[in-house]
């Protein structure tokens, strides 16, 4: 089975063939076809090619599913005994990609 790690908004992802993913938001319009090239290192059946620090001639092929937004997070800020609370919430804005193939 063939994967590859790849690198998009500051984060690394371990992907495969099939797999769904949620990376930062990128900005491509849901339904259309996206290469990923920064693409630090592949694995095919055992054989594995890193990069120095990027595969020469890797890349990856993904549907982009939907623009959409994550869970929401709460941030709460308070100083004891001096009735200070402040209570908001922040939602990421994310980009769900299905991995169509990788090449080499």
């Not at 992802?13 to 996206?34: F, M, N, P, R």
């Not at 055992?46 to 549907?63: D, F, I, M, S, Y």
């Not at 800020?77 to 209570?87: A, C, F, L, M």
Request: aromatic content about 4%; proline content about 2%; overall charge positive.
């Amino acid at each position: 089975m063939r994967y590859a790690v790849i690198k998009t908004g500051g984060k690394q992802y371990t992907v495969s063939a099939g797999q769904v993913l949620e990376v930062e938001k990128l900005d491509v319009e849901a339904g259309s076809e996206i290469e990923l090239n920064q693409v630090l290192m592949v694995s095919d059946e055992g054989t594995v090619k890193t990069g120095k620090p990027l595969v020469e001639g890797a890349k990856v092929t993904a549907r982009v599913l939907a623009q959409d937004r994550d869970k929401k997070i709460v941030v709460f800020k308070y100083k004891p005994k001096k009735r200070y609370r402040r209570k908001t919430g922040h939602r990421q804005s994310i980009t769900r990609l299905a991995i169509k193939e990788i090449t080499l």
